[in-house]
């Protein structure tokens, strides 16, 4: 298998534009997280999807930030407009049988 | 509120020494996990414990979670320079396997 795949792996923007993310889970994975990493607030869940249902999305910072899960097999988050706060190492992760498996990560630069 | 809090936050050891990784969390729970992040790196899971009382050990690392005192440890034995990486202790609070909360990480640096 090939794991959880995130593309792109880096991202450099300029403040106002629409960045997307993108996630493809472990296939017979059935929850699917969005994570950031910062140094300053460490690993935060923005959001989770269950059987492809967001269950929970009390970590998404702001109504900038949306995130879908049109089928079992892709994901995405969008920031629109994109901030220098926002800057982060977005990670997607799949879980099945009690334990998660993390991407390779999206590193994001907002200018 | 949901914590989980990992001490100490930096560890530097010397090759062939032992120290040990404490996780405590602030609410009832028995399932914490274990993971291990290169620089730049993602995250690469190491060890599940889902009940009082589990003891994991892979290589010269040994994990173990204590449900009652809310608080997990990972041991290192003899340390290696290729442990050199930050290590994190995740909880998760739903008892779904849905949702998990990591700790603030420890970066262990292992001299030669």
């Known amino acids: 298998d090939a794991g959880v795949i995130q593309s792109p792996r880096h991202e450099v923007t300029e403040m106002g534009q629409e960045v997307t993310l993108r996630c493809k889970p472990i296939?017979?994975?059935?929850?699917l997280f969005w994570y950031r990493q910062t140094m300053m607030r460490g690993l935060e869940l923005l959001i989770y999807?269950?059987?492809?249902?967001?269950?929970?999305d009390s970590g998404m910072p702001e109504d900038r930030f949306s995130a879908k899960m049109p089928n079992a097999s892709f994901s995405t988050l969008k920031i629109q407009p994109s901030e220098p706060r926002d800057s982060a190492v977005y990670f997607c992760?799949?879980?099945?049988?009690?334990?998660?498996?993390f991407g390779q990560g999206t590193r994001l630069t907002v200018v | 509120e949901l914590k989980v809090e990992q001490n100490p936050l930096f560890l530097s050891m010397q090759e062939g020494k032992n120290y040990t990784i404490y996780c405590n969390y602030s609410?009832?729970?028995?399932?914490l996990y274990w993971y291990r992040q290169d620089p730049g790196k993602s995250l690469e899971s190491l060890f599940v414990?889902?009940?009082?009382?589990a003891v994991k050990q892979e290589g010269r690392l040994m994990a173990s979670l204590d449900t009652k005192a809310r608080l997990s440890t990972l041991h290192i034995t003899a340390a290696v320079h290729d442990l050199s990486a930050t290590y994190f202790c995740?909880?998760?609070?739903?008892?779904?396997?849905?949702?998990?909360?990591f700790g603030t990480g420890t970066r262990l640096q292992v001299t030669l």
């Open positions: 992760a799949s879980t099945r049988k009690a334990e998660a498996f």
């Open positions: 296939s017979g994975h059935n929850s």
């Open positions: 999807f269950n059987n492809n249902v967001p269950i929970d």
């Open positions: 609410t009832t729970s028995d399932r």
């Open positions: 414990l889902l009940s009082n009382g």
């Open positions: 995740a909880v998760d609070f739903t008892g779904t396997a849905s949702k998990l909360t």
